[in-house]
């Protein structure tokens, strides 16, 4: 049956065609493998990626007068960013899009990609910050959503007998089955914003049924932004992110690391900005603000006290403070009583200030920030977690520095820890011409290294006991033709969880991009080798041994019409255990986008098949969602997978989107895991939201 519908499959999208697929979508595809292996963030919101990008939809960004962040958040790397300032102090201002030709580094492609986002004249009266301009151009927006599975999961169950909940008071979930955000955000151009968010996740509760339980939403946000280009050049107040380097020192938010472009590795975007996403754990809460005295350096200072939540260890019993925790925790649920006994139990306050400097071809930075906790931690120790941070103080310094010249970039970041543990980093980017790239990137993180908001290239998702050398090319063989490609190799000099001796492991990835009229086609081949605990000969004992994966996938899309858009995917794995045993699986799907010209609605469904052996052989897949949300399903065991989106304007207003998905598993009785599991075979979920733009 599996050859019959591979046959079948592989017909269909050869015949069906593709559209290119965005570099964000992959990125956050791989994003999402290791958040949710390594950090059990099974739901993050990736809303902050996407959220200044599309700010610059609304608002394109004058070129001409664009600051170096603002470049590089266009998705521009740092040779092109550098060209285009070049050009400008040479030749004078930008006239139009095809000026852009001109530039070195610039194609055609990243032309058209960019134009929707920038502008090159601006009516700089309608730009300043006037009362008048902030009550009349100001733009205010309120959205809210909903969602809920269907099925009745079993921490929802009214069957669940109650005569056992005062023994087992955590074999229900509190709250409903509902999830709930409401967010309202007001911008003025892209120099201001402010806004609010509110989130109540499946199991929380909204309107308790106990006054012992807090009433209204579990989670709440607030933030207010300020860009400017005088001696304030950034200020934020409230919840807010802050980025330096290459994020080894400090990266408060989630970071990309390898993705099929090959060398964007270089972030160099030393940054403020809100935070108004709905994560409950990647931000900051406080003031920051970003000086400039001189036109030479940048100063940065800022300071964040909030509540977060964590295991407690020991607690003083006279005055219910808590002594010790066994580790801070991340995914903001808080459905049950141990996880309410978790909630804001710790008090985080970190401090600490940048200063960047730039002097011709060279940029200069230093940062430094203390992180202190109300309580200690005090884990377990184990073989593997013995270097892990404990205590409640930590100190962390760094200097990060790059050098830009004309194709050239070099890049490196110092970092140490107050316990005299250090990690570096240091890579080199090459462009000679818009046609072929080369990067190349060594990190080498001590095992002891401790840091609680690092987060730099790395294979794992903690920049500690890590070495590894990374090497990235593209090129652009013609009109029709890229190939991109990269290997990582990478070693850890100590144990890791589940990897009990010292372990290496390497990957690849070569891509083909075809650009060819109306369609695109992708076809990329991608392995992975690492070494995991196994059991061989003897039960009792596990030693690591390595496990291959090999990854081959077939993107294609189609316009054939500007009104109607194909996307395909099939897509095979395939797993060698240790003892050679291999265990396969596919997933193969298609996407239908229908946007009717001059009608006030859209319509984006797919259909989807899968077959994987085990769970090992799950694959991740981006499906479109509703704006600021994010569904990054992994497909496993065998059935098929269905879902229908459409949005409707009623006018330029209002936008209201309904999503529904169904995901049917024929060779499974019971699903999930838990209080999550559910009896059957189905689930299916529905989404609702509501945007008004006034």
Known sequence: MRKVLLTISLIWMIHAGYCQEPVLEEAIEQLTVKTEAEKNLSDADYSDFIDEISQYLRHPVNINDATEQELKQLQLNDIQANNIKRYIEQYGELTGIYELNLVEGFDSTLIRKLEPYISFKINTEIYKLTLQNL??????????????????????????ADSLIPFNPNAKYLGSQDKVLFKYRYTFYNRLSFGITMEKDAGETLVPKSDSLQKGFDFYSLHFFYKGKGLIKNLALGDYHVQFGQGLTIHSSFGFSKNPSATVLNRGVNQVKASTGANESQFLRGVAVTLAPLSLFDLTLFYSSRLVDANALLIDTTSNEILTINSLTETGLHRTPAELANKKSVKQMVYGSNLQTRYKIFRFGATAFRTQLSADINTKALPYNQFDFRGNSLTNFGTDVSLIYHSLVIYSELSGSSNGAKAYLAGVS???????????LYRNYDKDYQNLFSNAFAESSKNANEKGLYLGMFAILNSTLTFSAYADYYQFDWLKYRVDAPSVGVEYMAQLFFDIPYTDIILRYHFRKKEMNYALANPYIDYPESEAKHNLRLHIVCHPTPLLTFKSRLEFIKTIKPDNQ????????????????KKPWLINLRYALFDTDTYDERIYAYESDVLYSFSIPSYYYRGSRFYIMTKYSFNRSIDLWIRYSRSFYSNQNQLGSGLETIDGNVKSEVKVQLLLKL
């Open 135 to 160: 009550v009349t151009r100001g733009d205010h927006r309120i959205l809210t959503r909903y969602q809920r599975t269907l099925q009745q999961q079993q921490g929802y169950s009214s069957s669940q």
């Open 582 to 597: 291999s265990n396969t699986g596919f997933l193969v799907y298609q996407d239908l986008i229908y946007t009717p010209e």
């Open 430 to 440: 090459y462009q000679p011409d818009a046609l072929f790239g080369l990067s190349l």
